[in-house]
Structures are given as C-alpha cells and as structure tokens.
C-alpha cells in the first residue's frame, strides 16, 4: 500500500453534513489503495456496492493504511490554534493537517460526519487524542476499537442471518471482514468471535473502552426509566447486550472496568451505582468459577434489582441528611416498585427477581422486607448484598463520602455472619484483595499514589504515582510495578493506606 502523505489533510474542507466514506478517502488520498484493496473488491462482487459490509471493510482499510501516522507521535495540543487566521509557518500547517486528519479518523470510527460530531460534543478537543503516543498508547488500536464498537453488532446479525439463509456464503463472507482488530481474518462461528473480542489489552486500553461503556450504560438507563415510567416494558434484548459487553471487557482486562467502577457523580447516582454493581456482580461470579450463563443473568440482576429507587421521590434520594423514619418506611418500598417494573416485562430470569426481593435481607435476621434468616435467603440475594453493599461503600454520595476500598473491605470483614453469608464473603474479599484497586497508598519512596492493578495473589502490581510527600506537591502522573526489583534494598513497597480526601486526591481524575 502507498504510504498516506499527512499534508493531504492540510485545509482541506471536512465539515460537510453527511457521512461519505469515499469522499473522505479522497480527502485524505488513499481511495485507490482503499477501494482497490482485495478484501474491499471481494465485498463489492458478492454483496454489491451499495451493501454496508462494503463501508465497513473499506473503513477497516482506511485504518490499516494509516497506521503508521496514527502510531507516530504528533504536536502537542495548542488551546489557542485557530484554522480562521493564516497559518505562515510550516509548523501551524502541520498541526492543521493533523487536526483535519485525527477529525476524520472520529469520523471514520463513529460513521458520522465531522459536523455531526462537532454538533453532538461543542467541547470536543484532539488533547486526548494526541497524549496517546506519549503514554504509549496506540491512537491506531484505540480509532480501531471503536470502529469494531460501532459495527460488531451489525456484522454478527448479517453473520446470523447469512448462516440462516446459506452458510457457505456466510463462510465466504467471514473471511473478508474482521470484526476484531487484532485478527486478519473472522472465523465464521459466533464462539471464534467471542473469543477474538475477549482478547487480552492493557489497563490503559481498555480504560477507553471502559469509559464508553459506562457512557452508553448510563444512556440506556435513562432510557429504560423513561419506559417503565410510561408504563412499558423494558428493553430486555438492549439491556442483556450491555451486560455481555461489560463481560467481555472484564474478561480482557478486569482492572479496567473494577477501576472505572469509581467514578462516582452524586447526581446520577444510581445509574452508575447500577452499573457499578454489574461490574461487582461479573467479578464476583468468575471469582466463583461460575458458567457464561450464571454470569450473563447475575450481571443483569446486578444492573436491574436497584430500578425501584428511581420511583422514589428524587428530593429524598439527594438529601444530604440522614433519612427520617417516615423516608426509611418509604425507601423500603423500592422493592415493592421494582418487582412491578419487572412485572411488566416478559422472560425475566428467576435469579434477577431473587437479588431484587432479597438484596436488603441479612443472614442474622435484621435486614427487610422479611427479616429472612441465613438459609431462607436465596444465593443470589446473598450475592446481590454483598455487591450492593460493597458498591455503596466505596461511592460518592450526597448524604456520604466514600469510605474508600481499604476500609469497606475490613468493614464488610466485620460484617461477615451478621449481614452477609460468610462463605461468600470470602470469595468475593478474595477476588478484590485487601488492598483493592482504587486504593490510595503511600509508598515507600516517598509518593502517594492509586492502585490499577493485582498480580495473581491479589496483591497491588501496578500503582499510578500522583503525589510527592517530599515536595508535598502533585507530580506527573507515573505507573510503577511493585515487587520488581531484584534489590530489596531499593524494592519499592506499600507503607500505609491514605485518605486522598486529605491531600485533595481524587482516583477519578488519574485514571485515564
């Protein structure tokens, strides 16, 4: 392929109003490459040109050819760069050519026209986008998985169908689109897909996945909110497929999606507490080794058993104060809501009605709506506790702060055989590590700074240094490994937990 020549872009005219993949492959010069590119003929000869199987490859390709621009480094991002005045130096045309080109690239992703995006996110910036190579990310790998993003979905329904109607053609078909951007070619069986989307990332990576999902969870909340309060039922086939995508991003990287977990606005609450305990709810039954199936329908649970507060006053769900008696009769009552919004729904899974009626039941006897003792709770209310419970003690409330990771954990400890089942409990304080992701550490060189991940022992790996205690400062943002030194002397080890409350630490603000 020829090599894509970045002065292309130079002021060139993107801000058209419709998505056109072909015009912008002639923008940027490579249409030939592109559209003459085997995959892209093939396509065209068995399905048409008009078929979108044909954009798809060709937004594939475009990406493939440039690669090697979008993995070199580029200029820093300049707040003040205007394209309305004259660009003299050969440095200002530069920056506008990368700025067209990284405009073009989201365009290219998202299957929207740059005018659409600019309408739909007024402060976008290319600052994100051009830190990538810094901290060696790839700004290739990351436009590619949001191309895969937008149109897996699209490309397993044609699959299915294809297979429906001739599976040799579907076969033919499979080997020409890539539905992962680590493969070259897609096998034709669902499962072969599955295990490519699951493939092993990087925390950094994956966090931008991570982001998005959470983005989409929270529209698709809020959606079925305004469905059930218009009396309709809920979108089931949406909601499960979210669940499935949050599977599989923890499968390619669970410290991304535990990390996110975090990030807390007290305004919409429970919508990310909802998600949060999918999260919690996905981690907790592979902890337990339990099948895709069990998993899939305990992360639905996880995300709808909690819907029955949106039917509670909102006032009293953001006061700051403690509840009276009369709000604590009233917040009850949530259950009771959310079994009539499950109600109104078909093939809703057992196991989600029981996290709902038994998620505020305590093993000792003293929880509600029924005082249950330990064996009248079903396993999966058990489980919905412990989530639930863990879920709200490391969140941002209105009427709280979190407690952090540290000290929920050794609170739940304290818990164990009074609110919550003790073998389970055990399973799931071991899957999170006494010293969880999130947790704020100092360390002994002398830095305050948050932990990303755990090795196999469940014990802190990967630490994001933010803070110097020397300096008594912030610093740049730096990852270190634990435990890798071959000098004990200079092996850089936890001292103590801290409460980044303290030191005006906030995990959100250095995860990504």
Known sequence: MSAFKLESCFGADINVGYFDMV???????????????KRVQSIIKTHGRKNRLVSIAMRQVAFDVLRPTLDSSFLPYDPFFSDDKLLNTKRERLYDAEERLLLLCMSIASGRSVKSLKKLNPDFTTKELRNKHTKNQSLF???RQELNDQTREYILSHKKRSNENNEGEAKSTAAYIDTSFQAKKAEAAQKKVLEMKCIPTSFDDETVTAFKLFKDGHALLASQVELFKRGEQLDMPDLMKFCRRLIESHTRNNFALMAIRHIKDASIYLEQHAIGMAVLGIHFAKAMKLSDAYIEVIALGALLFDLGRFRLPMVMMTKTTKMTDAEFDLFRKHIKFGEQILQQCENVPKAVYQMLFDHHEKVDGSGYPEGKLDQEISVYGKIAAIIDAYDAMTSEQSHKPSMGPIKAYRQMQKESGLAFDKQLLTV?????????????????????????????????????????????????????????????????VIEKEVDPQTLGLQFINHIS
């Open 23 to 37: 015009e912008i492959l002639d923008i940027l010069g490579i249409k030939k490459e592109v559209v003459g590119c």
């Open 141 to 143: 790998r990351y436009f």
């Open 428 to 492: 799931f304080l071991k899957s999170i590590g006494s010293i969880p992701v999130g947790s704020c550490v100092s360390l002994s060189n002398g830095r305050v700074g948050f932990v990303l991940t755990l090795n196999k022992s469940f014990k802190p790996s990967l630490v994001r240094q933010v803070y110097s205690m020397t300096n008594k400062a912030f610093m740049a943002a730096s990852d270190i490994e634990l435990n890798k030194s071959a000098n004990l002397r200079t092996e850089v």
